[in-house]
């Protein structure tokens, strides 16, 4: 069935460096692919999100890059902060699978001061 | 704040019972959808409804069910419970059927089997 890997499972930057988050999926069909942001006891929140007919897109600290050949697609977080400290989700959606939408197992991001 | 509310916050049960966790839409969404997180693992879709209708199912327990009803909200009954559905729920809503469209959590329903 559709899967969707993440890697790392945890990341420990020092503040003020880069952070990347891998993902790879394995629906060719899939054209959608948002990212979360879950704080500790919180909601997921959308922070960045891409569509198949992008190779990528930056928002301030945040880009997402997607190379749909390879079937994977990364989370870049610039210039650290002690805020960006969370859990991080991809998912990949298909149209083909009715809206469902599969998951990363999440990466643990910590920033050290 | 999401526009999505959940209730109850938290509910704490025994094995073999039966509860209902009710979510509310952001207004004007007609999707709903809901997830499973347990200790410290990822989200797992369970099943999503499109204005009163089943739309796509996931990893659902069969003693697992919902139903979007006429006002929108949407309502999780988890039946016959077992120490493993200990876990965090969370609902999500969208505008419409939900390709490539934000989803926007409520802040979910701690359930916890003893």
């Known amino acids: 069935g559709e899967n969707v890997e993440q890697h790392p499972s945890t990341l420990s930057v020092q503040e003020g460096d880069s952070a990347v988050i891998k993902c790879t999926y394995s629906d060719s069909a899939s054209n959608y692919f948002p990212w979360y942001k879950q704080e500790l006891g919180k909601r997921p929140q959308l922070i960045i999100d891409i569509r198949s007919n992008v190779g990528e897109k930056k928002d301030q600290r945040i880009a997402v890059t997607l190379n749909k050949t390879a079937k994977h697609f990364s989370l870049h977080i610039t210039e650290t902060q002690p805020e960006d400290s969370a859990v991080y989700f991809c998912?990949?959606?298909?149209?083909?699978?009715?809206?469902?939408?599969?998951f990363g197992s999440g990466t643990r991001l910590s920033i050290r001061p | 704040d999401s526009g999505v509310t959940q209730t109850p916050k938290h509910l704490i049960t025994a094995t073999g019972q039966r509860v209902t966790l009710r979510c509310s839409p952001r207004s004007g969404d007609l999707s709903v959808y809901w997830y499973q997180q347990s200790l410290d693992q990822g989200l797992q879709f369970l099943i999503q409804?499109?204005?009163?209708?089943?739309?796509a199912k996931g990893n659902i327990l069969e003693r697992f069910s919902a139903q979007q009803f006429p006002d929108l909200h949407s309502e999780l009954n988890l039946s016959s419970l077992e120490l493993g559905d200990s876990a965090l729920y969370f609902c999500a809503s969208s505008v419409a059927r939900g390709i490539q469209e934000t989803q926007y959590f409520g802040p979910g329903t701690r359930l916890l089997v003893l």
């Open positions: 998912a990949a959606q298909s149209y083909s699978s009715a809206s469902k939408i599969i």
């Open positions: 409804y499109y204005n009163g209708e089943e739309r």
